[in-house]
Every structure is written in structure tokens, then in C-alpha cells.
């Protein structure tokens, strides 16, 4: 696997189901990011996590809860979502520190909430 | 904070025409800018970026920006597009904060080049 990897690619689930998204990257970066891209709205941050440190919180709801257990994989836990949730979830990895600054992005999870 | 504005939402061009895809951010000190494509059914993919240096900069498969301090603007172009070149388009700044960076994105340019 190279760059950014990221399971599952579709995701229907229930609004009392509780799910994960995952990410895992490749290239030996040390910040790692969730976005939310829904219809009509810019690309929204969520979280970010550098050096395994929760750095950003974007004002997320409590149903969606990040972890990330070592630099290389990051989770975004799902449990009692709305339609409205409904999104494509991108994953991004960067190496903050070293001049590069360039995220590099997953392909996305499609997310429906029925 | 940072900010970025897309003029334009849509823009529609026949193959082998010049396109301008447009960009404005709001100042700061240090500026690092990215073009981002995304196909369709695709993550984001970089275009290419301004973090120093010449001015101009260019990408593999024919697009070039350029970053205009004065203007605050990193337009997009191609002097002849394909179909294939058919996705959407986002600018994006780097804003540093507590040795953090975050990528603020622009609302993104749908282009779409017809036969």
C-alpha cells in the first residue's frame, strides 16, 4: 500500500448504529487530519492530530470521536449520527515541520445516514 | 484567519480552450498556496504549490498559477484543456498556529470541458 489508505469506501448505516472510519498512512508523516466534504458547503476540518496529539477540534460534535493510536493510523468513531452526516470523510497526512506543508489526502469514506 | 475565495463555482469550457480558474486569499505574512484537483469518486490530489521562490509555478499536465502578493491572488490556467481535465478545482492556504498547520480551503471550482 502506498499514501494514504482509507476503509471503508461506502458506509450506510443507521442513525442508533455505531461505526469507524479508518486511516492509515504510508509515508512516514507526523500530523494527520479529518475532513468533512458535504454538497454545497467548503471542506470543513474536523480534527487534527499531530504527533499523535489531538492539536485541533473543530467544534465536532460529540458523536463523532477521533483516536489516533501511533502516527500511522487514525480512527473517527461514528455512534448516533444524523442525516444530515451524510458526507464524504477525507483522511490527509503532512509532515509538519520540514518545509514540505502539503497534505496528502485519502480517497475518502462515502458516508450515508439513514 | 485565513481565507480563500473562489470566484467562481461553475465554469464551463470546450476542449483545446484557455481556462482561468481564479483565487483570492486574504493576507498574512507567510503565504504557502495550493491547487488541489478532485476527480470524480476521488480524494483530493495536489496540483501544485507556491511556498517560496519564482512566483510561477507549474504541474505535470499543463497547469500553471501564479502567485500575485499584490493582487493576494493564485489564478489557476491552462492555455488548452482536455476532457480529461474535467473535475473540480480547490485553492487552499497553510495558516500556522501553536505548531499546528491547517489547510483552509476555497469553495471549490467545478470545471467542466465539453466536445
Known amino acids: 500500500e502506498t499514501g494514504v489508505t482509507q476503509t471503508p469506501r461506502h458506509l450506510v448505516m443507521g442513525m442508533t448504529n455505531k461505526k469507524s472510519l479508518k486511516c492509515e498512512q504510508h509515508?512516514?508523516?507526523?500530523?494527520m487530519y479529518w475532513y468533512k466534504q458535504s454538497a454545497k458547503k467548503p471542506l470543513e476540518l474536523m480534527f487534527v492530530?499531530?504527533?499523535?496529539?489531538?492539536?485541533e477540534n473543530n467544534s465536532v460534535p460529540s458523536r463523532f470521536s477521533p483516536e489516533c493510536p501511533n502516527s500511522s493510523h487514525l480512527f473517527l468513531h461514528l455512534h448516533t449520527l444524523q442525516p444530515e452526516d451524510s458526507a464524504l470523510y477525507l483522511c490527509?497526512?503532512?509532515?509538519?515541520?520540514?518545509?514540505?506543508?502539503?497534505?496528502?489526502f485519502g480517497p475518502g469514506t462515502r458516508l450515508t445516514v439513514l | 484567519a485565513q481565507s480563500v475565495t473562489q470566484l467562481d463555482s461553475q465554469v464551463p469550457v470546450f476542449e483545446e480552450a484557455p481556462v482561468e480558474l481564479r483565487c483570492n486569499y486574504s493576507?498574512?505574512?507567510?503565504?504557502?498556496l495550493f491547487w488541489y484537483v478532485q476527480y470524480p469518486n476521488q480524494g483530493l490530489q495536489l496540483l501544485l504549490k507556491?511556498?517560496?521562490?519564482?512566483?510561477l509555478v507549474e504541474s505535470i499536465n499543463g497547469f500553471e498559477a501564479e502567485f500575485n502578493k499584490s493582487q493576494t491572488s493564485f489564478h489557476l490556467r491552462k492555455p488548452s484543456v482536455h476532457i480529461s481535465d474535467t473535475a473540480e478545482y480547490f485553492c487552499?492556504?497553510?495558516?500556522?498556529?501553536?505548531?499546528?498547520?491547517?489547510?483552509?480551503f476555497g469553495k471549490g471550482t467545478k470545471l467542466t470541458v465539453n466536445p
Open positions: 490527509a497526512s503532512s509532515q509538519v515541520g520540514r518545509g514540505g506543508h502539503e497534505q496528502f
Open positions: 509515508l512516514g508523516h507526523n500530523a
Open positions: 492530530y499531530n504527533f499523535k496529539e489531538q492539536t
Open positions: 493576507s498574512s505574512v507567510s503565504v504557502y
Open positions: 507556491y511556498l517560496s521562490g519564482s512566483t
Open positions: 487552499a492556504v497553510i495558516t500556522s498556529q501553536g505548531g499546528s498547520e491547517k489547510l483552509v
